[in-house]
């Protein structure tokens, strides 16, 4: 991690930018891309360690060992706080899974707190019978007990500004235009914006080839009408008072319907939506590829 020549002929001069004497630094709230993590403690000639935790947690509940050299996990528990996985079956993520255990991530401990104020019904939610606190993120576990966080098991996803996203509002919003049939609105904890999966509604791909002269299959790679439904999510947006960050910056648009037969909804028509964040990286992948850095 450290050389002590390029430290001495290079970094000192960028370490000297905070003053040539900081001896740590300390990064949370959203995960830090590794990149970044690894650039940090060689220009700064200084240990970076990624703390991990929640407000129901009382904050910290891991940090990484100060001159650990592996990138891209969170340590270990702190000493006020316990933690196991929990099988979820519906994720494909199981305890039993190799080469390490993999499931939801559970605390317990005099850190963890003891309910939501009022809320008797989201404190039970919040909690398992065994009375540990379900943190929503789903975890790998390495043979030396330090944790990489690796999905959510909630409906819900992190930013890279550590703001939270509720996708399932989002996609219920886009359901109300007659232009959309279904949608998946995705956001990477390394990006700091979401983007969308549209699958536009048959009868707008319809009327806009009759408009435009063009076939229905056109419709599916034509700016055109890509841009045609961009406005239709802004004024969705809009109107329904959406933040900057629930707006999806880019989208793609498949002609692929979720169903139960592609194994993208559950018998009862839900989302599956770590199966579809798989299906679609592809294209989640090039649409973040595009966007300016």
């Known amino acids: 991690m450290?050389?002590?020549?390029?430290?001495?002929?290079?970094?000192?001069?960028?370490?000297?930018?905070?003053?040539?004497?900081?001896?740590?630094?300390?990064?949370?709230?959203?995960?830090?891309?590794?990149?970044?993590?690894?650039?940090?403690?060689?220009?700064?000639?200084?240990?970076?360690?990624?703390?991990y935790g929640l407000t129901e947690t009382s904050g910290g509940s891991s940090f990484t060992a100060l001159y650990d050299p592996v990138i891209g996990h969170v340590g270990g528990p702190t000493r006020a706080i316990k933690w196991r996985l929990m099988d979820i079956p519906e994720m494909n993520y199981m305890t039993t899974d190799k080469p390490y255990p993999r499931g939801e991530l559970l605390m317990k401990g005099p850190a963890v707190f003891d309910g939501y104020f009022k809320r008797q019904d989201k404190t039970q939610e919040a909690f398992d019978a065994d009375g540990w606190f379900k943190t929503g993120d789903v975890a790998m576990v390495y043979p030396n007990g330090s944790v990489k966080i690796i999905d959510r098991s909630k409906n819900i996803f992190k930013l890279s500004q550590g703001e939270?996203?509720?996708?399932?509002?989002?996609?219920?919003?886009?359901?109300?235009?007659?232009?959309?049939a279904q949608s998946l609105v995705y956001g990477d904890s390394l990006q700091s914006c979401c983007v969308a999966v549209i699958v536009p509604n048959p009868d707008a791909v319809k009327k806009w080839a009759q408009e435009s002269g063009n076939s229905e299959d056109d419709a599916y790679t034509s700016p055109e009408f890509k841009k045609l439904i961009?406005?239709?999510?802004?004024?969705?947006?809009?109107?329904?008072?959406?933040?900057?960050?629930?707006?999806?910056?880019?989208?793609?648009?498949?002609?692929?319907?979720?169903?139960?037969?592609n194994n993208l909804l559950t018998p009862t028509f839900k989302l599956k939506r770590n199966i579809a964040k798989v299906h679609f990286k592809k294209q989640i992948d090039a649409m973040y590829a595009m966007m300016p850095k």
């Not at 996708?167 to 919003?173: C, H, V």
Request: proline share 5%.
């Open 2 to 51: 450290y050389s002590g020549c390029w430290d001495f002929l290079v970094f000192k001069k960028t370490a000297a930018l905070l003053g040539g004497k900081v001896k740590y630094m300390i990064t949370a709230s959203a995960p830090i891309d590794p990149d970044v993590l690894e650039m940090l403690k060689i220009a700064f000639c200084c240990p970076v360690i990624e703390g």
């Open 164 to 180: 939270y996203i509720a996708p399932e509002k989002i996609e219920n919003m886009f359901a109300l235009s007659g232009y959309i």
């Open 230 to 261: 961009q406005e239709e999510l802004a004024r969705i947006g809009t109107e329904q008072k959406l933040s900057g960050l629930e707006k999806p910056k880019d989208i793609h648009l498949t002609k692929e319907a979720f169903s139960v037969d």
